[in-house]
């Protein structure tokens, strides 16, 4: 059995999308990767999270996977899902951030929320060598 909050990374790690009702939306997107012919590197495709601090609508599918994961029925889940984000809500009023561990902080500021990321999520996908090849002998189609 895993935590709420880790059920909740797991989900946004696994669908690429995590929505928590009255914060916002969070995304997983890939920065494309890129090419550094000069220092002959290929960069990683980097993925990062974006947020949008609309006020969505709490995700059904979302529900199942956190009662599946966390090993509770459904119900006690979705009580369970309920409390956290009013304890969200009321934490950032509180003290003007909070810490979403795996995900990033997120930020009160007015009456909307910012985020922060904080996953190092490129430290795994180190960048690659790359070497220019040239056979003799052998034809090359310039296009």
């Known amino acids: ?12 790690i696994q669908y ?27 960069e990683a495709p980097v993925p990062y999270i974006s947020f949008n601090a609309e006020a969505y609508a709490a995700d ?9 994961h966390c090993g509770k ?3 006690e889940t979705i009580r369970a899902f309920n409390e956290y ?12 951030q909070v810490l979403l561990p795996g995900i990033g902080i997120i930020k ?14 490129h430290k795994y996908l180190p960048n690659l060598t790359i070497e220019r090849v040239l056979r003799g002998n052998a034809e090359h189609v310039i296009k």
């Open 60 to 68: 059904k599918n979302l529900l199942a996977f956190l009662a599946t």
């Open 85 to 96: 984000t009013f304890d969200l809500k009321s934490e950032l009023t509180a003290h003007g």
């Open 108 to 121: 009160k500021v007015a009456s909307s929320y910012t985020f922060q990321s904080t996953a190092a999520l």
């Open 16 to 42: 690429k999308k995590l929505t928590i009702p009255g914060v916002g939306n969070f995304v997983l997107e890939n920065a494309g990767a890129k090419l550094d012919f000069v220092n002959k590197t290929l």
């Open 1 to 12: 059995m895993v935590s709420l909050q880790q059920g909740l990374h797991h989900y946004l």
């Open 73 to 75: 029925g459904e119900t």
